[in-house]
């Protein structure tokens, strides 16, 4: 049994489309953050893991939040659709002449308010300024084997992390209770679509927590990425300070053999200089890939599970848009069937088909059989003083019959046999 307020469906449609709005206004002011936030991670040997998963997660994030956006204005355009076919079902059990009365609720169709928005790619975090290097670093130089110092930028480093940790928060915030509205709305109503529409926004709840734990790594990540190039630039100002003292002692060593013999003595704390900026660059490497390790154990991992994640949420999103593009272009097709007049058929047998299944000057819908099926259904009552379920099913088996006697009839005649069955089984069906 079917018993439904079709204003409910109205306001659940109402709630989908603040929802999405709501996320769509969340989704551009993150964009303009995430503009802040190029090359903030710089272009050294320390960051390049870090970067490369930093991107693609970002990326990944950011797409997922579109979708996000495209899944909550489908379910507005499918809740109203379903409110409007409702509404629509009770205005058929009072057919007339003059159409039904307006008596308020929705009446701009909801989809025309929803929004969607654009792909968008952050920035790379790839790149940086130069933040300037501690004392006695040029003199480590030749020394590296490549390894430059950490070009990371922290302090944008952390803000992007708290914005990231934010936007999580406010999408899940902002946007879930709309949908608690929405399911609070639809639980009154008994229809059959009823169980599907709660049980899926009750997921998309789920979704936008599990979203905004992503984002929560995301962010914490850049945190890690900061802390450890904190760290690992502390330890290496530690180790050129040990070298600098180490170098102090030398000279004077070197100075008093001076005393002795000035060309000598030249030489050899040049010896011992070389010796010892060779030990001191192997430590800084030692350093720099000691935080390499840990960066991939934590930050790294956590980017790995935001980019592994995250396209699965996306996918998720997608398919609720797609079922939403499915069920407007059935009820484009479903609405042209139930409105169409009688078709013009060149084959004589078709058109007297088409004559038996139309009345002309009929009073009930478009005068086909499929539109008096559909009040009877709706009313009870009878059209005409005869009920007319098996006109219909005769008629579908006596046009399937007119297709297969016909393979070589015009396309048009056969677009026209096929659609009225079609118009004839939804109504048999209810729709």
């Not at 709005?21 to 503009?35: D, I, N, P, R, Y």
């Not at 699965?312 to 939403?324: G, N, P």
Request: glycine content about 10%; some cysteine.
């Amino acid at each position: 049994m079917v018993t439904v307020d079709p204003a409910a469906f109205d306001r659940a449609a109402e709630s989908f489309a603040l929802a999405n709005k709501v996320a769509a206004q969340l989704c551009t002011g993150m964009e303009g953050a995430l503009a802040g936030y190029g090359q903030m991670a710089g272009d050294d040997k320390t960051s390049d893991d870090f970067a490369a998963g930093y991107d693609g997660a970002a990326a990944d994030t950011m797409a997922a939040a579109a979708d996000l956006v495209g899944a909550l204005a489908a379910l507005a355009l499918i809740t109203s659709a379903s409110g409007a076919n409702h509404r629509g079902a009770n205005n058929a059990s009072r057919y007339s002449k003059t159409p039904p009365e307006y008596t308020g609720g929705q009446f701009d169709p909801l989809p025309d308010t929803t929004v969607t928005v654009g792909a968008f790619t952050p920035p790379s975090a790839v790149g940086g300024d130069d933040p300037g290097t501690p004392k006695f670093w040029d003199m480590l130089t030749d020394y590296l084997e490549g390894w430059t110092w950490p070009g990371a930028d922290v302090a944008r480093l952390r803000r992007a992390g708290e914005t990231w940790r934010h936007f999580g928060r406010m999408l899940q915030t902002s946007v879930s209770p709309y949908l608690d509205v929405a399911v609070s709305e639809l639980e009154g109503q008994e229809s059959p679509e009823v169980g599907t529409a709660t049980s899926v926004t009750r997921g998309l709840l789920l979704e936008i927590e599990q979203f905004k734990v992503h984002c929560e790594d995301l962010g914490n990540a850049c945190d890690d990425y900061a802390t450890q190039v904190e760290a690992v630039r502390e330890t290496v100002r530690g180790i050129l300070e040990d070298l600098a003292v180490e170098i102090g002692i030398t000279a004077v060593i070197a100075g008093v053999g001076s005393l002795f013999t000035a060309g000598g003595a030249g030489a050899a704390g040049g010896v011992v200089a070389g010796w010892r900026l060779a030990a001191a660059a192997r430590k800084v490497i030692g350093a720099f890939t000691a935080m390499k390790a840990v960066v991939r154990a934590a930050a790294v991992v956590r980017l790995t599970r935001v980019a592994g994640k995250v396209p699965i949420l996306a996918r998720r999103f997608r398919r609720i848009s797609d079922a939403a593009n499915r069920a407007k272009h059935e009820k484009f097709l479903v609405e042209l069937r139930r409105e169409m007049g009688r078709p013009s058929t060149k084959d004589p047998d078709l058109t007297k088909l088409m004559r038996e299944n139309y009345r002309d000057n009929a009073q009930v819908g478009s005068g086909s059989t499929a539109a008096a099926v559909r009040h009877e259904l709706a009313t009870g009552q009878p059209v005409g003083g005869a009920f007319h379920s098996q006109k219909a099913q005769e008629m579908i088996g006596r046009l399937e019959k007119w297709l297969r006697n016909h393979p070589d009839a015009s396309p048009g005649d056969r677009a026209a046999a096929e659609n009225v069955i079609k118009d004839l089984q939804d109504a048999l069906s209810g729709k």
